[in-house]
């Protein structure tokens, strides 16, 4: 990928990073793959440098850099032939936190963040449910009070498609709390809980996904039946779990955004060099327009991908330095005024529509990278051993989650051009 433009704190991000994922050539990822084994050698390089903290504050034990430099970290680990299987081992640490960093309480500051910086506790994220889907605020799952006076609260329901839920510690759950009859919007009611997943507690059952990419993490069903969790679970305020989660939402757009350029870029990367090696017909095989435009055409989705993604990114990190209760009146008066102003006029649907735009465009620039990839290796693009087969069968999980390409569009529809919402 160009590099040109980049900060240098995303440079340095890029190169240390980089040097960490060599560790990991593509044939571990074969293998992972093919036995459906859990990276953990990968995360665990990871964190043992601190980059699983790399969004979050100094002051929690974090890197302080911004969802920017998470963006590029993500990019370059799908980039060096980890995939999405090596972004999705490590991405909801970084994403997940940050609702946990802004509300979370003294408790879950001091023990939870610190345990996923250092890689000791791993966590999930479970929002989606089977019978909801993308319509997210009808989710289902509910936690009440337990009946007896008691503090704990009981969560019954089921979730779907929760990725590493058999390798984490803890699940970020969204579950009502209020029934939606006794609400005066959907928004409401729902609260974000920290929650352990001990499997030793009744109510709680796993069911693993077989699924088609990304096969070295797990992905899950997982049920719970009046599985108890302590009140102090609970982060922020009972009620406004929905408007909590979607500052970790924007962050994921972004982060999902970096992880499809980076296998966009390995793709291509991949197939303009077999494209100058393969002779066919006595010459190679890059020679023939029908193969070299394709794949400059994918070159230049992805740059312009590229752009939208850190874009998004920036003005995510510009938004989020604007809210920041901590910020001290000293670190404002050193920021230029020029930089405070425009921090001040981010308005969080700007940010909403930069990061699901980054979403979409780089999850479609990947898919034509990586289809391309596949068909310039001709036979060989079907053979584990080239890698760009593994890359096609994970490129469709950015155009699928967190949310997919028909709500960006429907999103896109509402919120920019005002047409009536369709949903
Ligand atoms: C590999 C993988 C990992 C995942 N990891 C996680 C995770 O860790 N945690 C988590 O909570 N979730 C996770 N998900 C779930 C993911 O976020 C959802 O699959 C995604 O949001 C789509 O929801 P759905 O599958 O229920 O699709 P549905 O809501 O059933 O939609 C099906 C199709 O209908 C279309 N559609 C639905 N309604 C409309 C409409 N009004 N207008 C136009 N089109 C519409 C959708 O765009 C889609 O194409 C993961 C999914 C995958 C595949």
Same mark, same amino acid.
């Given at each position: 990928?160009?590099?040109?433009?980049?900060?240098?704190?995303?440079?340095?991000?890029?190169?240390?990073?980089?040097?960490?994922?060599?560790?990991?050539?593509?044939?571990?990822?074969?293998?992972?793959?093919?036995?459906?084994?859990?990276?953990?050698?990968?995360?665990?390089?990871?964190?043992?440098?601190?980059?699983?903290?790399?969004?979050?504050?100094?002051?929690?034990?974090?890197?302080?850099?911004?969802?920017?430099?998470?963006?590029?970290?993500?990019?370059?680990?799908?980039?060096?032939?980890?995939?999405?299987?090596?972004?999705?081992?490590?991405?909801?640490?970084?994403?997940?936190?940050?609702?946990?960093?802004?509300?979370?309480?003294?408790?879950?500051?001091?023990?939870?963040?610190?345990?996923?910086?250092?890689?000791?506790?791993?966590?999930?994220?479970?929002?989606?449910?089977?019978?909801?889907?993308?319509?997210?605020?009808?989710?289902?799952?509910?936690?009440?009070?337990?009946?007896?006076?008691?503090?704990?609260?009981?969560?019954?329901?089921?979730?779907?498609?929760?990725?590493?839920?058999?390798?984490?510690?803890?699940?970020?759950?969204?579950?009502?709390?209020?029934?939606?009859?006794?609400?005066?919007?959907?928004?409401?009611?729902?609260?974000?809980?920290?929650?352990?997943?001990?499997?030793?507690?009744?109510?709680?059952?796993?069911?693993?996904?077989?699924?088609?990419?990304?096969?070295?993490?797990?992905?899950?069903? =997982?049920?719970?039946?009046?599985?108890?969790?302590?009140?102090?679970?609970?982060?922020?305020?009972?009620?406004?779990?929905?408007?909590?989660?979607?500052?970790?939402?924007?962050?994921?757009?972004?982060?999902?955004?970096?992880?499809?350029?980076?296998?966009?870029?390995?793709?291509?990367?991949?197939?303009?060099?077999?494209?100058?090696?393969?002779?066919?017909?006595?010459?190679?095989?890059?020679?023939?327009?029908?193969?070299?435009?394709?794949?400059?055409?994918?070159?230049?989705?992805?740059?312009? +991908?590229?752009?939208?993604?850190?874009?998004?990114?920036?003005?995510?990190?510009?938004?989020?330095?604007?809210?920041?209760?901590?910020?001290?009146?000293?670190?404002?008066?050193?920021?230029?005024?020029?930089?405070?102003?425009?921090?001040?006029?981010?308005?969080?649907?700007? =940010?909403?529509?930069?990061?699901?735009?980054?979403?979409?465009?780089?999850?479609?620039? +990947?898919?034509?990278?990586?289809?391309?990839? =596949?068909?310039?290796?001709?036979?060989?693009?079907?053979?584990?051993?080239?890698?760009?087969?593994?890359?096609?069968?994970?490129?469709?999980?950015?155009?699928?989650?967190?949310?997919?390409?028909?709500?960006?569009?429907?999103?896109?529809?509402?919120?920019?051009?005002?047409?009536?919402?369709?949903?």
């Amino acid at each position: 990928m160009e590099t040109t433009g980049f900060t240098e704190n995303q440079l340095t991000v890029r190169e240390a990073v980089g040097a960490v994922c060599a560790q990991f050539p593509n044939t571990y990822w074969q293998e992972k793959d093919r036995k459906e084994e859990d990276p953990s050698e990968f995360h665990a390089a990871l964190a043992r440098d601190g980059w699983l903290g790399i969004a979050l504050p100094e002051s929690l034990g974090g890197s302080g850099l911004g969802i920017s430099e998470a963006t590029m970290m993500m990019q370059t680990i799908a980039e060096s032939g980890a995939g999405m299987a090596g972004a999705q081992s490590i991405h909801a640490n970084v994403y997940a936190t940050q609702p946990l960093a802004r509300f979370g309480s003294a408790q879950q500051l001091q023990t939870t963040i610190p345990n996923i910086i250092s890689g000791r506790w791993r966590t999930c994220f479970g929002v989606t449910e089977p019978n909801s889907g993308l319509d997210t605020l009808r989710l289902a799952t509910t936690a009440t009070r337990a009946p007896g006076g008691g503090d704990d609260y009981l969560v019954s329901g089921q979730k779907i498609w929760i990725t590493c839920a058999q390798v984490s510690r803890k699940m970020i759950l969204l579950a009502r709390t209020t029934p939606l009859e006794h609400v005066t919007k959907p928004s409401q009611g729902l609260s974000l809980f920290c929650i352990d997943l001990d499997r030793d507690k009744p109510g709680l059952e796993l069911r693993k996904i077989r699924k088609m990419g990304g096969r070295a993490v797990d992905a899950n069903e =997982v049920f719970f039946d009046n599985y108890r969790i302590p009140a102090d679970s609970l982060v922020g305020q009972e009620g406004n779990g929905f408007k909590i989660i979607l500052h970790g939402m924007n962050a994921e757009r972004c982060l999902l955004a970096g992880e499809a350029l980076g296998l966009g870029y390995a793709a291509l990367a991949r197939a303009a060099a077999y494209a100058r090696e393969r002779v066919v017909f006595r010459r190679a095989i890059g020679q023939n327009q029908a193969i070299a435009h394709p794949l400059a055409d994918a070159y230049m989705n992805l740059e312009a +991908a590229k752009l939208a993604t850190y874009h998004a990114a920036r003005l995510y990190d510009m938004s989020a330095a604007a809210a920041q209760d901590g910020a001290s009146k000293q670190e404002q008066q050193e920021q230029p005024q020029q930089q405070q102003q425009q921090q001040q006029h981010i308005r969080q649907d700007a =940010v909403g529509v930069a990061a699901n735009s980054a979403k979409y465009l780089a999850a479609e620039a +990947a898919f034509r990278a990586c289809e391309r990839a =596949v068909m310039t290796h001709g036979g060989m693009g079907y053979a584990v051993e080239y890698d760009v087969e593994r890359w096609l069968r994970e490129c469709l999980v950015p155009r699928i989650a967190p949310v997919s390409r028909e709500m960006i569009l429907n999103y896109v529809s509402e919120k920019v051009l005002e047409l009536p919402r369709s949903y």
